[in-house]
């Protein structure tokens, strides 16, 4: 089978990936909680045959610096029940959410994605995640977020425990027989009683087996702990964007892990993000693209690198920062901090510099010809099997990819022309997973 690229349409932010994209005046910000929004980008990511659209979650809303509520704008809604609209509004793209392992019960996940599968016919994915901010933890009866530790280590019960929930009914357990007025095939139902270190779960989930038997399995953890339990269990990993070098060392790494735990190093598919800001023209890409960044207001500047070092800077994003010595945001990820490193190794940064360089370094700016070579070469180069495309604004920036990039990735037979395949996973290349449960006990 030839290697395909695949595509997945992201959304956290609802006026677009870079945080104050909802400024760009071809930008909707009355319009984050309007379901015919969010059908608009679904029904644009569907025209260009993305293979899934990829909603990221938090379970907070951002204040910690007054710029969160001064100027995010991240009111939006709650992904499994807005795919479970958009379900009905597409018919063929996948439905990925994001949902914490932290702050939820694996009963309610996996009936939740169970029914999202079933109403779409088999296009559900889950991205879990194992959620990052002591805010998260506020809101579900914490004071400090779980450890780092720990909260992958429940995660990885929890995972396997939602798979065998999804495992509870046989796919011909239900025989409806108004005959013999019989329902279900009680040999044919798998009552779980898990018994774990975090979790005493009983079952059998109340919904039968998703159409997909498993719904699509997508991760985005970067640390040791992260790229573990990806590799032991996820069909896919949303990677961080890094420099080409770098990139090549991550997918090569993370393979290497799914290798290591007894699996195909195709059965996980590596999709970095990708910024694209596009136009007709080289020039034309870059000067929006520095507009985009000229629109983020200096307290953004400030918080967000103050936030990435752990360290309160003064409002100055000109001034060169004094980095403290000891800073530790570790349990909100072990990923590499590159900010710090640099800070750390005595280079004089101010926030504007660190927050400019981390935006040029995460996006790939130019004509249609200039971003589709940069996809074709990291795909071609072991670096990424497919991106998660995140437009800095939205609704235009992501039309301009779709009409303007995709064309030349079809004309280049790097992604197709038509969905073929009626199930995510089967888009995916990805066999549907046999049902795993013990041989029921002769009654
Ligand atoms: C492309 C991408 C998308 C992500 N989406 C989410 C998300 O929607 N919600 C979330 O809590 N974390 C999200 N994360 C963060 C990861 O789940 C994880 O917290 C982070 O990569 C740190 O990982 P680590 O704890 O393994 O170091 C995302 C990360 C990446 C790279």
């Known amino acids: 089978m030839t290697r395909r690229l695949l595509l997945g349409a992201f959304l956290f932010h609802p006026g677009g990936s870079h945080v104050s994209g909802w400024r760009h005046e071809t930008a909707e910000p009355h319009r984050h909680v309007d379901v015919d929004y969010y059908a608009d980008f679904a029904e644009t990511a569907e025209r ?13 809303f951002w204040d910690r610096f007054p710029s969160g509520v ?59 995640v194992t959620s990052r901010y002591p805010e998260e933890a506020r809101n579900f009866g914490g004071d400090e977020h779980l450890d780092h530790a720990l909260r992958y280590e429940r995660g ?10 999804w495992d509870s009914w046989a796919d011909d357990a239900i025989i409806a027989d108004r005959e013999s007025g019989i329902f279900a095939d009680p040999d044919k139902l798998h009552v779980a009683e898990h018994r774990g270190a975090h979790f005493a779960v009983r079952g059998p989930l109340n919904v039968s087996r998703p159409p997909q038997g498993y719904p699509v399995l997508f991760q985005a953890g970067g640390s ?10 996820a069909d896919a990993v949303f ?54 960044l000229a629109s ?36 909100e990820s072990k990923s590499p901090n590159r900010r710090l490193a640099r800070l750390h190794s005595g280079e004089r940064l101010t926030p504007r510099d660190l927050y400019a360089e981390s935006f040029w370094e995460s996006v790939s700016v130019g004509s249609a010809q200039e971003v589709a070579d ?25 039309r301009d990819f779709v009409d303007l990039v995709v064309p030349e990735l079809q004309r280049r037979g790097l ?29």
């Open 48 to 60: 260009g045959i993305f293979d899934t659209i990829f909603l990221a979650d938090g379970l907070y």
């Open 70 to 128: 001064d100027h995010y704008g991240q009111t939006r809604l709650e992904p499994l029940t807005l795919l479970s609209a958009l379900a009905a509004r597409t018919s063929s793209i996948g439905l990925a959410a994001t949902v914490s392992t932290s702050y939820n019960e694996p009963y309610h996940v996996a009936r939740a994605i169970a029914s999202l599968d079933h109403i779409s016919k088999g296009r559900a994915a889950w991205n879990l």
């Open 156 to 165: 990885a019960e929890f995972v396997g425990l939602v798979q065998r929930l």
């Open 224 to 233: 040791d702990a992260g790229q573990e339990l990806a590799a032991a269990t």
């Open 239 to 292: 990677a961080r964007s890094l420099p080409f070098v770098e990139a090549q060392r991550f997918y090569a790494g993370l393979k290497a892990r799914v290798v290591a735990h007894g699996r195909d190093a195709d059965d996980v598919s590596i999709l970095p993000q990708l910024r694209p800001v596009v136009a007709r023209t080289s020039a034309e890409a870059r000067a929006l693209a520095a507009g985009i």
């Open 296 to 331: 983020t207001p200096d307290a953004i500047v400030v918080e967000d690198v103050a936030h990435s070092i752990g360290q309160a800077l003064p409002d100055d994003p000109d001034a060169v920062i004094v980095a403290a010595p000891d800073t530790d945001i570790a349990n």
């Open 374 to 398: 940069d996809v074709q070469e990291r795909f071609e180069n072991g670096a990424a099997d497919g991106f998660v495309v995140q437009a800095l604004t939205q609704p235009q920036g992501f």
């Open 415 to 443: 992604t197709r022309t038509a969905y073929e395949e009626s199930t995510l996973r089967e888009r995916l290349g990805l066999v549907r997973p046999a049902r795993r449960v013990p041989e029921p006990v002769a009654r």
